[in-house]
């Protein structure tokens, strides 16, 4: 059984940067895909990010790029979403998630599940 923490969330203004941290135990984290999913209040549960168990492969949703980083350091069973020029849009709770094989950006087709971490951006 994976179990993953995500940490970094806080209250920030807007244009400034924060970096989530999602860490993982249970299971060797290199065999694992990894993706960062954020819901808004009253919305859906939203794809952000994803990357390959080697990081070699990443994939950002449009409104994020040029802003956000993911990335992993699999020696220490970590992943990172770097939020940079953050917006009032950005606020959300923001969850990471884990998986065999590839990356994904649907909800179900993950495994394992954070317990996510709040991010507000104020104007």
């Known amino acids: 059984q994976v179990q993953l923490v995500e940490s970094g969330g806080g209250l920030v203004q807007a244009g400034g940067s924060l970096r989530l941290s999602c860490a993982a135990s249970?299971?060797?984290?290199?065999?694992?895909?990894m993706g960062w999913f954020r819901q808004a209040p009253g919305k859906d549960r939203k794809f952000v990010a994803g990357?390959?168990?080697?990081?070699?492969?990443?994939y950002l949703t449009d409104s994020v790029k040029g802003r956000f980083t993911i990335s992993r350091d699999n020696a220490k069973n970590t992943a990172y979403l770097q939020m940079n020029s953050l917006k009032s849009e950005d606020t959300a709770v923001y969850y990471c998630a884990a998986k065999d094989g590839d990356w994904r950006s649907r909800t179900y087709e993950y495994d394992y599940w954070g317990q996510g971490t709040q991010v507000t951006v104020s104007s």
């Open positions: 990357i390959t168990w080697d990081g070699d492969s990443t």
């Open positions: 249970g299971a060797p984290f290199s065999d694992l895909a």
